[in-house]
């Protein structure tokens, strides 16, 4: 079963803006990482933090872990309308070895 | 950068036609390999982890006979749907992790769209 839930589920903005997805988990994971899909396509890794980190940064991305409550963010700041996307987290836990993602946001920049 | 190589791209099939789709891992080796499938508007739903040189460990509710993971080297892993019908119709995507390189993210091909008419 998933075991990220991600909220909103949908996201509009004006280009410019900056944009935040938050990501929430159930179980202890050993890193969370963030990956962008557009339309019809593969993956692309963006960010992975580990559980022992609390926030990292690349370029115009920021993304926070908070393991006490579970959760997670990426923030996209001055966003462009290329950014449009969906936007999924996922958790690792060496346990099960397993990658699990989340629900996804769809991010919609308009230009 | 680690390049994951999905193929084919895109599938269209009579219904009873068993599809196989390649993963290859071109610039790293990857004893384990996932294979997800993602209906529209959906989150990835990881069906199986393929391991190389070993069987596939399937999640809950994925039906073995139905989606054969065969992994024979370090660097290609392919997915054999049998005797597909309309309801296979979806998004498979696979992922790979380098073997040789710790705390590392997974590397996705681009996914194979089928369609089964």
């Known amino acids: 079963s998933q075991q990220g839930e991600e909220d909103p589920q949908a996201l509009s903005i004006q280009e410019g803006e900056n944009a935040t997805m938050n990501c929430s988990y159930k179980?202890?994971?050993?890193?969370l990482q963030w990956y962008r899909q557009n339309s019809g396509r593969g993956l692309v890794h963006l960010i992975l933090?580990?559980?022992?980190?609390r926030e990292k940064h690349s370029g115009r991305l920021r993304v926070t872990l908070d393991t006490s409550k579970k959760s997670s963010s990426l923030l996209i700041t001055a966003s462009r309308a290329a950014d449009t996307a969906s936007y999924f987290c996922?958790?690792?836990?060496?346990?099960?070895?397993?990658?699990?993602f989340g629900t996804g946001t769809r991010l919609k920049v308009l230009a | 950068g680690a390049v994951v190589s999905q193929h084919p791209s895109w599938v269209i099939c009579k219904s009873g036609t068993s599809v196989k789709i390649e993963c290859r891992s071109l610039d790293f080796q990857a004893t384990t390999m996932f294979w997800y499938r993602q209906f529209p508007k959906q989150s990835l739903m990881l069906m199986a982890t393929?391991?190389?040189?070993?069987?596939?460990?399937?999640e809950q509710g994925v039906e073995k006979d139905k989606f054969l993971i065969n992994h024979a080297s370090l660097t290609l892993s392919t997915l054999t749907v049998t005797s597909a019908h309309p309801e296979d119709s979806s998004f498979y995507i696979c992922s790979a992790r380098d073997i040789g390189v710790s705390g590392q993210p997974q590397h996705f091909g681009d996914g194979t769209r089928l369609s089964i008419l």
């Open positions: 933090i580990r559980s022992n980190e």
């Open positions: 393929s391991n190389e040189g070993s069987k596939a460990t399937y």
């Open positions: 179980t202890s994971i050993n890193n």
């Open positions: 996922a958790t690792f836990t060496s346990g099960t070895y397993k990658y699990i």
